[in-house]
């Protein structure tokens, strides 16, 4: 392989791990908060894609626009979810909380078809980002690699968030001991919404920037979740480090397992699930709560 | 909950509830009679058609063509008398993939005891449910699914297909290939990893050596299907960097392909072909998008064949769903329009006398004469492809200009395709 | 069937245990009564029913018996397997290459289901046992994940997405009669032998001494493990057998549906014996069985009618998590037990 052609497949491995940590770290957040797997947090990456068509596509307007609209509209309706019917089984049996979200991804997959209909929807890219660098001789495309700076500073903000403010303190709180959090004066039903609507945000957000690379089709978050599973079972279930690290194995793997040995990709992703599950069940970054 | 999994107490009534839900779920609707709501085959009552597509999933856009070709037949059908004197109905099942099909067709042809099926998108699909078509004895017409072994090793008296043929779509692909671009040597391939990828790439390479002596092939490239991210085999491509590529990825997976090869330019380097390029699913969803002056492939274009019947069908089609008909939806229609002039012919909707009518049946078929062949059930229909181009009436691209071959020079003779007919 | 009385190991369970003799023998009686009863009603449901009823009543039996094997992980020992598909799919390709490669009967094929099921759970059972809970769930997702993509890469084995296809199932002479196995009728009561056997080895099982012990490991396994019962080799015995019969599910699905998918051992499959298996209710034998055949039949009644089946499933599944607590059954039995019981 040429230097120029590694470092092209290089980057695509990292672009895609920046998309896929996007969302892990929602689903790690409502996890390491909420202690619950969230089966649906593909279908509200799929509703962010579609919200994305939606506002840049169907009504054209710019799309830095609808980076800001798509996220906060698939936070709304984690919201709602959260307060409707969520928050009624917190107390129940884990196998009934991934049957409800479960429930979840068939009706989003669904009410998605019902309202755009089954047309392929591909947004436009922005005029901003659209175009290619030349990379040692090789294009590269500049959306790639504005995802690849803006995995890192969404990151950063979230360190911000979660260890530097006072709402911050209080979901780290919350995710150690939610009933002593409860206890010193922290309304956790609330603190509980709001971290469930982070979560949403951040699948919002990845389906967003997935939709100018990928076509919005009702089924689309059926293969992201399965992705992001296996980065937070490799990184650690609740830490932000462990899905950064899982998302970019996770890349690597993808992008050159296939150039290797054909078709190989999947097969390697989920061998190296099952091992870590078995060596570190906990994952790489094994956390009792939540860790940034 | 209860802390137990068998109460020997309360066991008693658990088998009877369990036996009843159990047993008589299904057999609580057996006292109808059957056939449901319809007179089924050779009653009064309405002529049944049902119809499998995929109605569901990524490739949904697909089957909601279909679905709108075949609703628009069936109401010119019944506005003009129906059929044999009975109205035509026509019903809609999602044809899932091989592990469901047969349970799906069993279910119409079974329980809601339709004259005849249709449909089928995908070819791994169809191969499934063919060999078991006999067993159900109803007449099946492929519409879309396009593997040679259909009508080929697969091929039985019940199973026919209207539409264009992977042979045949390859023929004209590798003629054009050809002649347009003497000078690419060497060709790959990216297409997707089933029967319909191998088979492509198989008959087109075959097709484009046997005319240009000099033409290489590299090794294909088949990402998963479905995918939707193709980066890095965009980027396998350039690595290996043949002159052209021959694209059979279709649906999704082609528009999303087009748009990240773009990104990389893999156009500008090397001469792409699009197999099934043209389809209306993919030009609407790509919009302006799509690349212009490349080859693109399809069953049927709607402003291709200069006929009476194919205006009247492309005018009635835009008026009453505000697109113009995709090639699936053209099969559609047209499949449902050669099952009634058989009945007709045949007088019945008997399979057997229909099987005998439709053998050798001529049609007018908005996409151009079509014969079936008694040999082995596969239409003899003139390929289509074109150059696609920008239009100023249009929000896709469309093809300028479109080009043809004869049916009879693109369909491999009967005795190259393995059929043989009990 | 005899009696048997409790033997150990039930820690958490503090009701009463009854030990009425006579009593014991009765409901004992009525029990067997009651599945002769259940088996000979679905020995004449095909003779009652058209052919497409018995094609879905087959399936129901296949589906009845992979979710019963299931819950002896589930229901019983409190695993949440998110893979159990794997072996109902080891079984069908099983079962595929044994009758379409090697040319053997369809008994061969369904036996060869039994097998291949039990094989791979084998394998993949010795690394399942070691974790706990979530962990658990988790990777037999894995395992069951790896398995799909394996299957679905090995095209030259397996066919890939297209799937490996058996068309012919032959004949059988039953009395100088020459019986087409394809046929609805003859199939089904294929399945029914088959089905009744992996049940009724199931229930006895589950009854067993052996399945004490599996109820107490759900209940408290630390506890159970210090009593110095081996926790793990009891949970991997579960395993295999759970896998086994799975297997045998398998077996029987692929000829009936003449193909044997990658799709049958995707997580969309382990995860529809999960619903059905919620659905009716995990602590009663029958009630996975019974979720899952309702759940066959609704599809089949609703798909005709609408192409947004996976809406309405979801939201069943919605008002069963909010307002059902213990399925359909569970919720039938408890209802009943509270009418019963104000009326003494």
Redesign the interface.
Known sequence: MSTSSFVIHLLNAISFAMLLFLVSVGLNLIFGVLGVINFAHGALYMVGAYAAFQVAGAWDVPFGVALVVAPLAVAVIGTVIEVLFLRRIYARDIAVQLLMTFAFVLILDDLVRLIWGTGIKATPRPELLSGAVSIFGREYPIYGLFIIVLGPLVAAALWYFIERTSFGQRVRAASTDRHMASALGVNVPVLFSAVFALGSLLAGLGGTLAAPLRSATPSMGENIIILTFIVVVVGGLGSFPGALTGALMLGLLNEFAPLLVPRSEMAVAYALMAIVLLIRPRGLFPSPALTT | ??????D????????????A???????L??CEP?GGGGGGAGGDGPIRIGGMWL????L??Y??FAREGANMAVEELNDDGGVLGREVEM????EG????V???T??L????NVDFLMGLDS??TA??LV??IP?LGKVLMVTHAASNEITGELCNRYVFRCSVNVPQNCYLGAQLAAEEYPDLQTWGTIGP???FGYETWEFFSRYLQERNLEVSVIDPI?P??PN??F??HI??A??ARPDGLFVSLW??DL??FV??AQ???LFDQITPIFQLGAAM??L????N?MPTGYWAGTRYWWDGIDSETNQRFVDAFRERYDHPPSYNAQCAYTGVMLLAAAAEEAGTTEADPVIDALEGIEFDAPQGPTVIRAEDHQALVEPTWGKLADSPDEDFMILDPVVHAPADEATPPVGETNCEME | MKARERTAARPVDTRPVRLEGRRQKWTARARTLAWLLLVAALAVAPFVAGSYRTLLLTEILIFGLFASSFNLLFGYTGLLSFGHAAYFAGGAYASALIMVEAELPLPAGILAGLVGGALLAALFGVFCVRVNEIYFSLLTLAFGMLVYTVVFQAREVTGGSDGFNLYELGSVSVAGRELLLGHPQVFYFVTLVTVVLGVALLERVGSSPFGQVLRAIRENSERVDFLGIPVRRYRYKAFVIAGAMAGLAGGLIAPFLRVAHPQMSHWTTSAEVVLGTILGGEALFLGPAVGTGVLIWLESLVTGRTVYWPLVMGVILLVLVLFLPGGILGTLTRTYRRVRGSGR
Do not use: C, W
């Open positions: 909950m209860p802390q137990r999994i068998v020997r107490r309360g066991f008693l009534k658990d088998v009877g509830v369990a036996g839900a159990l047993a008589m779920g299904p057999l609707t057996a059957e109605l569901s999933g990524a949904s856009a089957g909601e019903l809609f099942e999602h993939d091989a592990e469901s047969l349970q799906v069993r279910r042809a079974l329980e809601e070819s791994g191969q499934a060999p078991a067993e990893d089933y029967a088949y998963p299907f939707e991210d980066s890095s980027n396998q350039l690595d649906g999704a528009v999303n748009r990240q990104d990389f330019g699913e993919v609407e969803g790509l919009g998008e």
